[in-house]
Structures are given as structure tokens and as C-alpha cells.
């Protein structure tokens, strides 16, 4: 059965981490399902709209191994709202499935109790580790604290998505798409 990803699309979310992550994780054979929150287009927060494949009511009952919340404002405040895709969060965080999320998108793994007893990143500010019990906030590209992993911001996003993959499906899968990518020094 293939590797499934849900990567859930709020208005005002960060395209760029949004693309990467879509783009990378197809390149390596991952089945990557978009869903808006609702039916419409999202515009992303630098103007760029995004076509959802789907909803989100329409896949809370498939089984997924990973969900991956992009960050960006005021996307991760939608997502961060949106109790559906919070109760989803938990629940794979149950079933040891994999939660990630980069840029302010931290927040919303931090509000559903995923973050505590973790070490954890995000972007400079949107994540305030004296409200997380237990969490040991890093400055770091990509930190992964068992099954989440969080990043810092669009700079990362190729390292957060490369990160994913590795997580997913192997190094072997992550080494063969970061040679494509013709990336300096490798």
C-alpha cells in the first residue's frame, strides 16, 4: 500500500512551504493529498492561490500516515481554529502516526498537546515554549522528537520536506530525490 500524506490548506498559508513539501514528497513516490478547509481556492499569504485536490470533511475518515500543516499567517491561525483537523492530529498521534508542521504551524501541534515533552522548532516568535509543558524549544532547520517533526520556516522547507521523506520511506528515497535537486555541495 503506498505511503499516504495529508497536507490540510488554509487560507493565508505559506505557499512556498506548501509547494515544497507537495512537490518533494511526490517526487519520492508519496501520495500527497491536498484539502482545503472548505471548498474555495486557497490564496496563500504572498497572493499565489492554490487549488486544493479536496476538502477536508472529505477525507477525516481516510487513514493517513503523515499529516503536514504548512505555516505561514494567517494560515496556521485557520488551522490552529479548526477543531476537525485538531481532533485528526490527536488521534494519529494515538495511533503513532506522524504529525509535522514548519513556520508558525508549530502552534497548532503545541495546542493540541503534541509538543509536550518534546523537542521542538518553528519560526522565531510563534511558539512560546513557556506554555508548552516539557517542551525543549531549539533553533534548529528540522527537529524530529520521535513521530513529529517541526521546522523553521520557507528558508527550510526543502529540508523539512527531504526530512519527511527520509522519515517515510527511507534515506535511500531522500538521497535519490535531494541528487535531483542539483543542491550545492551534493
Do not use: W
Amino acid at each position: 500500500m503506498q505511503t499516504a500524506v495529508l497536507v490540510p490548506l488554509a487560507q493565508g498559508c505559506e505557499e512556498l512551504e506548501a509547494v515544497t513539501v507537495i512537490d518533494l514528497l511526490r517526487r519520492a513516490g508519496i501520495e500527497v493529498v491536498t484539502a482545503g478547509l472548505d471548498e474555495q481556492p486557497v490564496e496563500g499569504s504572498r497572493g499565489t492561490v492554490l487549488v486544493p485536490d479536496t476538502t477536508l470533511d472529505q477525507v477525516l475518515g481516510r487513514d493517513f500516515d503523515m499529516v503536514v500543516l504548512p505555516g505561514g499567517l494567517p494560515g496556521s491561525d485557520h488551522l490552529d481554529k479548526d477543531q476537525r483537523l485538531k481532533d485528526m492530529l490527536v488521534r494519529m498521534n494515538g495511533e503513532g502516526k506522524y504529525t509535522a508542521a514548519i513556520c508558525a504551524a508549530p502552534r497548532v501541534l503545541a495546542s493540541t498537546g503534541l509538543l509536550d515533552g518534546r523537542r521542538a522548532t518553528s519560526y522565531p516568535g510563534s511558539l512560546d515554549p513557556d506554555t508548552v509543558p516539557g517542551m525543549v524549544y531549539v533553533e534548529e532547520p528540522v527537529v524530529r522528537d520521535g513521530t513529529v517533526v517541526t521546522s523553521r520556516g520557507p528558508g527550510t522547507a526543502m529540508d523539512f520536506a527531504l526530512e519527511l521523506i527520509e522519515v517515510l520511506s527511507g534515506v535511500d528515497a531522500r538521497d535519490e530525490v535531494e541528487a535531483g535537486l542539483q543542491r550545492s555541495g551534493k
